[in-house]
């Protein structure tokens, strides 16, 4: 059983920093791309970062781009999101998600039905 497990949300004020950490187990991942997708209310989920755990490849959407940092310790199967100059417009519930399916057939890191396995979420407050 493969098992996503978030951490690291929280209450802060903008410009403030969080980092979040997504422990993955339950199986070999290293063909995978680990990623973070958020859901704002009343907002479909949209993804956010994204790293590969071979050639450890980076995505990032327009909007955290600059401020986000995707990363992984390999040892730990953990993948981590260090958020900086948080904005009001990042809160959210932050989803860590795996896919087997992107390398496998050339699918999009920005869709969401290309990911087979997502956590319980965390969530992010970010107050003016």
């Known amino acids: 059983q493969v098992d996503l497990v978030e951490s690291g949300g929280g209450s802060v004020q903008a410009g403030d920093s969080l980092r979040l950490s997504c422990a993955a187990s339950g199986r070999y991942f290293g063909n995978y791309v680990m990623a973070w997708f958020r859901q704002a209310p009343g907002k479909e989920r949209a993804f956010v970062a994204g790293?590969?755990?071979?050639?450890?490849?980076?995505k990032y959407a327009d909007s955290v781009n600059g401020r986000f940092t995707i990363s992984r310790d390999d040892a730990k199967n953990t993948v981590f999101l260090q958020m900086n100059s948080l904005e009001p417009e990042d809160t959210a519930g932050y989803y860590c998600?795996?896919?087997?399916?992107?390398?496998?057939?050339?699918?999009?890191?920005?869709?969401?039905?290309?990911?087979?396995?997502w956590g319980q979420g965390t969530q992010v407050i970010v107050s003016s």
């Open positions: 790293v590969n755990w071979g050639p450890g490849r980076r």
């Open positions: 998600a795996a896919s087997s399916l992107i390398y496998r057939y050339g699918r999009s890191w920005y869709d969401e039905t290309n990911y087979d396995y």
